[in-house]
């Protein structure tokens, strides 16, 4: 995870709080990317729609950012994770009717063969991912895709510290467990580790 913030975008964060159209777009393009990641990973129906929604609330907000670039972006992915949780409690209320939809029907098991090759790469991390618990799964995302510290991931998500690296530890600690039961063995675990 870079620590290291260019100054391109540190100094992109103070001409964007002065409306500079320039510096909002590579605010924008800098952040977005990650921001849509989280949220499609997270399960957002319109995860395009919501980094937008967060930018129209992020944006007019800029001149009261602290912190340059790294606060921008954690502010970002704060508002990013309180739109999602607004709609997901949403959907919640609400059952969604779909014509069913065989492709998406997820009662349905693979052939060996298509679950062997569902093993390699991205779609592995995935699924791991989605038998995370959610606060588990919030903070390796938060951690690994938006590249949060600490302090940054307790303040998205609204916990303490001390309980996100709890948090975090038994993530990985679950995560191992499930690379070790899916063959992946203790080496490929390693790189796992926030």
């Known amino acids: 995870m870079g620590d290291l913030v260019s100054e391109d975008l540190e100094s992109a964060v103070t001409a964007a709080s002065r409306g500079e159209p320039a510096a909002l777009r590579a605010i924008y393009e800098a952040l977005s990317p990650r921001v849509c990641g989280f949220l499609?990973?997270?399960?957002?129906?319109?995860?395009?729609?919501?980094?937008?929604?967060?930018?129209?609330?992020?944006?007019?907000r800029l001149s009261e950012v602290t912190g340059g670039y790294r606060g921008l972006r954690a502010l970002?992915?704060?508002?990013?994770?309180?739109?999602?949780?607004?709609?997901?409690?949403?959907?919640?209320?609400?059952?969604v009717l779909d014509e069913y939809d065989a492709g998406r029907d997820r009662r349905t098991h693979?052939?060996?063969?298509?679950?062997?090759?569902?093993r390699i790469g991205e779609q592995t991390a995935l699924e791991l991912l989605g038998l995370l618990p959610d606060d588990q799964r919030d903070v390796v995302l938060l951690r690994v895709l938006g590249e949060l510290s600490m302090a940054e991931t307790a303040a998205?998500?609204?916990?303490?510290e001390v309980m996100v690296k709890k948090v975090q530890a038994k993530a990985l600690g679950?995560?191992?467990?499930?690379?070790?039961?899916?063959?992946l063995g203790p080496r490929d675990a390693k790189e796992v580790d926030v």
Do not use: H, K, Y
């Open 40 to 60: 499609r990973i997270r399960g957002s129906e319109d995860p395009e729609g919501l980094t937008n929604e967060v930018f129209l609330r992020v944006l007019p």
């Open 76 to 95: 970002c992915f704060s508002v990013a994770r309180g739109l999602l949780v607004d709609e997901l409690r949403r959907r919640g209320r609400q059952p």
């Open 110 to 118: 693979a052939s060996a063969e298509d679950q062997a090759l569902d």
């Open 156 to 160: 998205a998500i609204g916990r303490s």
């Open 174 to 183: 679950a995560l191992r467990a499930l690379m070790d039961n899916e063959g």
